[in-house]
């Protein structure tokens, strides 16, 4: 499918921006990976434009696309409603049939923990030093199992995205900062061509061809190339359903690690919590 349409920001003076950050970003209370970045770059005297966008909150050149989301906001995604989880996944399907080159920055993802015992992720709140090299941690408990967020991050990583996990938000604004030298080439030696920051607005499924496709890339593993080679061979997502046991073997580059994932989605009970 073709990406949505997109334009570029210029100024008074007819020069595009190099970074389109997102407005709402911006006017968070709380210093986040992104307020730092743009301390950086208004240092640095970069171009850039401050505006309201449908996709991504940092919008560097040649089609890189952040979107930061703290690890507490990914999480409850997790948790909450079946509906924020696909609210989830629809933002980041979207976000990569726009970009060419989409990220998810995870913010303070690297300073989490695990615990399977509990089933749950804690999240550290806040650090006190206590005496040299000791310090006192408070932790919030969040009821996502761990095998639930590092399945989420594989997902997303199979749509084609990069995730990146930071530790906190001044590591973050370090990352982006190396992002937007690698959207310009300057982290190899050999400088490649850069196009300028576009602006994208969500696709709409205006066809019901392009429904069809978004309909299984909805299933794990299922990208929307391979939703396409799934209907050219069934002709109807229906057909598809129904003979999805065979999916391995009538459709190229679907295995039985795929096609068990879509299994366990479509024939596994139910339960509301």
Same mark, same amino acid.
């Given at each position: 499918?073709?990406?949505?349409?997109?334009?570029?920001?210029?100024?008074?003076?007819?020069? #595009?921006?190099?970074?389109?950050?997102?407005?709402?970003?911006?006017?968070?209370?709380?210093?986040?990976?992104?307020?730092?970045?743009?301390?950086?770059?208004?240092?640095?005297?970069?171009?850039?434009?401050?505006?309201?966008?449908?996709?991504?909150?940092?919008?560097?050149?040649?089609?890189?696309?952040?979107?930061?989301?703290?690890?507490?906001d990914?999480?409850? *995604?997790?948790?909450? *409603?079946?509906n924020?989880?696909?609210?989830?996944?629809?933002?980041?399907?979207?976000?990569?049939?726009?970009?060419?080159?989409?990220?998810?920055?995870?913010? /303070?993802?690297?300073?989490?923990?695990?615990?399977?015992?509990?089933?749950?992720?804690?999240v550290?709140?806040?650090?006190?030093?206590?005496?040299?090299?000791?310090?006192?941690?408070?932790?919030?408990?969040? /009821?996502?199992?761990?095998?639930?967020?590092?399945?989420?991050?594989?997902?997303?990583?199979?749509m /084609?995205?990069?995730?990146?996990?930071?530790?906190? #938000?001044?590591?973050?604004?370090?990352?982006?900062?190396?992002?937007?030298?690698?959207?310009?080439?300057?982290?190899?030696?050999?400088?490649?061509?850069?196009?300028?920051?576009?602006?994208?607005?969500?696709?709409?499924?205006?066809?019901?061809?392009?429904?069809?496709?978004?309909?299984?890339?909805?299933?794990?593993?299922?990208?929307?190339?391979?939703?396409?080679?799934?209907?050219?061979?069934?002709?109807?997502?229906?057909?598809?359903?129904l003979?999805?046991?065979?999916?391995?073997?009538?459709?190229?580059?679907?295995?039985?690690?795929?096609?068990?994932?879509?299994?366990?989605?479509?024939?596994?009970?139910?339960?509301?919590?």
């Open positions: 499918m073709s990406k949505p349409k997109g334009r570029i920001q210029f100024d008074l003076f007819g020069r #595009a921006p190099e970074i389109i950050i997102d407005i709402y970003e911006v006017n968070k209370e709380k210093r986040n990976s992104v307020t730092l970045f743009l301390d950086k770059i208004r240092q640095h005297k970069i171009p850039h434009a401050i505006e309201k966008l449908e996709l991504g909150d940092v919008i560097l050149p040649n089609e890189y696309a952040v979107e930061r989301k703290s690890i507490k990914f999480l409850n *995604s997790l948790m909450g *409603s079946q924020g989880r696909a609210r989830l996944f629809e933002q980041m399907r979207n976000l990569r049939s726009s970009y060419d080159n989409p990220i998810l920055l995870l913010e /303070g993802a690297l300073s989490i923990r695990l615990d399977y015992y509990d089933k749950a992720v804690y550290p709140i806040t650090k006190k030093k206590i005496r040299n090299r000791i310090y006192s941690v408070i932790e919030e408990r969040i /009821g996502v199992h761990p095998n639930a967020y590092l399945g989420a991050i594989s997902a997303i990583e199979e /084609g995205i990069r995730v990146i996990k930071t530790f906190d #938000a001044y590591h973050g604004a370090r990352i982006l900062w190396d992002l937007y030298l690698e959207s310009k080439g300057k982290t190899k030696t050999e400088r490649k061509e850069v196009s300028p920051a576009i602006i994208r607005v969500k696709p709409k499924l205006k066809s019901l061809k392009e429904q069809q496709l978004f309909f299984l890339a909805g299933l794990p593993g299922i990208s929307v190339a391979r939703a396409l080679k799934i209907l050219n061979v069934y002709k109807t997502p229906y057909n598809a359903i003979k999805v046991n065979r999916w391995d073997l009538d459709v190229e580059g679907i295995g039985e690690g795929i096609l068990e994932k879509v299994r366990k989605v479509l024939f596994t009970e139910f339960h509301k919590e």
